[in-house]
């Protein structure tokens, strides 16, 4: 009982005691000790110690020394060599020189030491004094402190080796990120290039569009002023009308258009009256002024008669509109 509670009071379990108790055959503490730190990460090593199953019909110990005695007797062996056999108290180790009192710790011994001579001895092993027990408690103290930070140091070292696995993981991890929001940013950058070119090319094919309708048109009303000119020199002044006879209708053949932004700035252009509204509609796309840009939505509308113009009048010809021969359209988001 005092092994079992000075191992207990040392911080292992009951069972567990029992158990190194049980296979060093109550051979001590050391004993008993060393069996429970070479077993300690055993599974089960904790669950109630099951029962002893009976004993094997087996010669015991003395019966094997009656029989080797017998045996000694009838071959002419002196009753001196008797008497030592018989008188055997222990069991020692001839390579170290430890003394065992039952085989089980015999063979505790040998698969932890590597030691395989033995023989019997008529030493008796003493039982230890209070201060020798109290050395030997101390001792496994320490080499249960020993073990203790060995395993704490080996655990300690193992995170140590996953925290660093799972940082240079992490960083793979964001480089590989970084590299592919690169990528995408280099793709995204390349197609902005590419959509502003065709946009820039865009913008350039309308502006010489226009370029070229405006040249056409000013060209157009240049030699219409020359021919007018002309008629009026040549021809002679004509009569004025009778006060009942009406006037004839007069066609016009352009449409002077004031344009009103909606920052207040306006904008007056002259176009053909058979041009249709969506020309003057990207004529104000390309003119604006309101710092606006070009592809920004707006509708067209006048004051008076009120009416907003839809897509369908886009279509339609400024005098089919009554925009000819002047007119004031508002620009609104």
């Known amino acids: 009982m005092s092994a079992l509670q000075t191992l207990i009071e040392m911080g292992f379990s009951e069972n567990s005691v029992k ?25 089960g090593i904790n669950d109630p110690p099951a029962e002893e199953a009976p004993a094997p019909t087996t010669k015991t110990e003395e019966e094997k020394m009656d029989t080797t005695t017998t045996e000694g007797k009838e071959a002419g062996a002196g009753e001196e060599g008797t008497a030592e056999e018989e008188g055997a108290k222990s069991i020692k180790c001839d390579d170290c020189g430890k003394l065992f009192q039952t085989s089980e710790e015999v063979e505790f011994h040998a698969v932890k030491s590597g030691h395989s001579n033995f023989s019997e001895s008529t030493e008796e092993k003493k039982p ?63 197609e902005r290039k590419k959509e502003k070119m065709e946009d820039k090319i865009a913008r350039q094919k309308v502006k010489e569009e226009i ?14 002023g020359e021919e007018k000119s ?5 021809a002679p002044k004509p009569q004025p009308a009778p006060a009942a006879q009406t006037a004839p209708k007069k066609e016009y053949t352009t449409a002077r258009l004031q344009i009103r932004l909606p920052s207040g700035t306006p ?14 509609r990207l004529w104000i796309s390309l003119n604006r002024q309101d710092g606006l840009p070009a592809d920004a939505p707006f509708n067209l509308s006048m004051s008076f008669p009120r009416k907003v113009f839809s897509e369908e009048d886009m279509d339609k010809p400024l005098d089919i509109l009554g925009l000819v021969p002047s007119a004031v359209l508002m620009v609104t988001k």
Do not use: C, Y
């Not at 240079?168 to 964001?174: F, H």
């Not at 370029?211 to 219409?224: T, V």
């Not at 002309?230 to 040549?234: D, N, P």
């Open 19 to 43: 158990k190194a108790l049980s296979a060093t055959g109550g051979g001590g503490i050391e004993q008993a000790m060393e069996w429970l730190l070479a077993h300690a990460d055993d599974p």
């Open 128 to 190: 230890l004094t209070e201060e020798e027990k109290l050395l030997k408690k101390r001792t496994l103290e320490d080499k249960i402190r020993q073990r203790r930070r060995e395993r704490e140091m080996e655990e300690e070292k193992e995170a140590r080796d996953r925290e660093r696995k799972r940082i240079q993981m992490g960083q793979e991890i964001a480089e590989r990120k970084r590299n592919m929001q690169d990528q995408e940013l280099k793709r995204i950058a390349e």
């Open 211 to 224: 370029e070229r309708d405006r040249q056409a048109r000013k060209e157009m009303f240049g030699n219409k």
């Open 230 to 234: 002309q008629a009026a020199s040549v």
């Open 267 to 280: 904008l007056v252009q002259e176009f053909k009256a058979k041009e249709s509204l969506s020309a003057v």
